[in-house]
């Protein structure tokens, strides 16, 4: 089950229908893509979300943001990679319509190695 980010606002129990306990929550739309099936498949099918639009809201950080003061690159590291949400959004984004992201497909291009035993 995959770690989503939400905020729920509102919950109760549903007494005219036995056993429907409702929860008003504000999820991403980001993290939303699947939800729906994930939901159903965890809770066998007894589960059922309905999604509605509720608002916009932007992201206060800079997706191209990097570290450049020493003190930036002691704290996130040379990279700067440590949790910027607004960078995975914009790259899962890039990934799911088929543009280019910065995701390396070769980590080391060494040579491949045999897995034939020398004698």
């Given at each position: ?55 916009w ?10 570290p ?20 995975e ?11 280019s ?19």
């Open positions: 089950f995959k770690i989503l980010r939400f905020l729920v606002f509102k919950q109760w129990y549903q007494r005219r229908v036995r056993g429907l306990f409702v929860i008003a929550a504000v999820l991403p739309v980001a993290e939303s893509l699947g939800f729906a099936e994930e939901i159903r498949k965890k809770t066998s099918g007894f589960a059922m979300p309905q999604l509605v639009f509720s608002h809201e932007t992201l206060q950080e800079d997706p191209f943001w990097v450049t003061t020493e003190e930036e690159l002691a704290h996130f590291g040379e990279l700067g990679d440590s949790g910027n949400l607004a960078h959004y914009m790259m899962k984004a890039r990934k799911r319509k088929g543009l992201t910065d995701e390396q497909i070769v980590v080391s291009g060494e040579k491949q190695r045999t897995l034939k035993k020398n004698k």
